[in-house]
């Protein structure tokens, strides 16, 4: 454990995680919950997120506007995020309205007291929400794929829900979610400021240690049984929209860093991945190709995206199998392996200059980890990585026989 992060335990199981960085003015915090829309139901699709929207509409002592306004006032930002497996309500301010952050922070995340006005209009927004992302392919083609990878499974459903389920949330429906799902052991509150240790505890017992002890039996529902589908269908565009991919290894697979280089390698943001170069430079079939993985606690997921013109769809197809058949069956040179290893690393360290970044990583890892790692943890996992080690991984998640594919193509009016 870094030990410029610090951690202390309230009574009610609520952790605190700290990083003080003494040339900043700002002070980022949030508070982490170890809950995310794979804990739905299928009556509750949806509800994580629109709990995330519902917690700035009003609390047992302020109003919408008094949440929003507290922040803004003061030149800040206050945030939230929903994702498979977590919620994470966050602020950034200058140091000096620390305290301010950490008050509407508490007082949103627990003592949400959803108006049920509240409640109708939001149900608007979020609608709305829905058709923008329906409307983009980019986003359709993503949320349709997770469904492929993981069917009849909480992984992969909508974490904005269906428009059925948003439609029927009540008031009730969220104190429930909350009861069913909150365990303030699974509670995190991170924090990166110029301000020292205790004084962040101090702050953080004075607005979190008075919400009762909450201890909640829940189990999550592993995925298995994954099986490769192939789809295409008909959507009014004028490019073709394909995703290739399968299942992947879970948050703490062994060969998790493996794949992480692997698929940097293949398709991650820098100009030289072997994807972008092989198609969008050689041929300039696309404007964009990516490849990337999600790790999560039980499964993961792999996925290359990239949209082009109809006539070239099967040219890029064969193109990206020659990619992926070279990863299987050619060893990485000793200067490659060198070079794919300084790259990730240096990507990782500039993602690492931003405290706000840090932040959101810091609550989530010690839910995840129970630690979090130092930047020369984590190069030292690369630095382990074999040739040998790329060579197996690939053969294991690139196989041609394991992957799906989900193509939109264009609609060909009369």
Known sequence: MDKRFQIHRLENGIRIIHRQVKSTKLAHCG?????????????????????????????NKRKAYHILNSIDAVGGELNAYTSKEKINFYASTLVEHFEKSVDILSDLTFNSSFPVKEIDKERSVILEEMSLYRDDPTDAIGDEFDEMIFPNHPLGRNILGTIDSVNSFQQQDFFDFINQNVDTHEVVFASVSNLDFEKVVALGEKYFSHIPERRVERSRIPFTGYTPIHVERKKPITQCHVMMGSDAYELHHQKRMSFFLLTNLLGGPAMNSRLNLGIREKYGYVYDITAGSSAFLDSGQFSIYFATEEKSLNKCIKLVDRELAKLRDKKLGVQQLRAAKQQIMGQIAMSGESNLSIMLGMGKALLDKEKFETLEEVFQQIRDITSEDLLEVANEMFAKDRLSTLIYRPEHKL
């Open 31 to 59: 508070v982490v919950l170890n809950v995310g829309s794979r804990d739905e139901t299928l009556e509750q699709q949806g509800i994580a997120h629109f709990w995330e929207h519902m917690a700035f509409k009003g609390t």
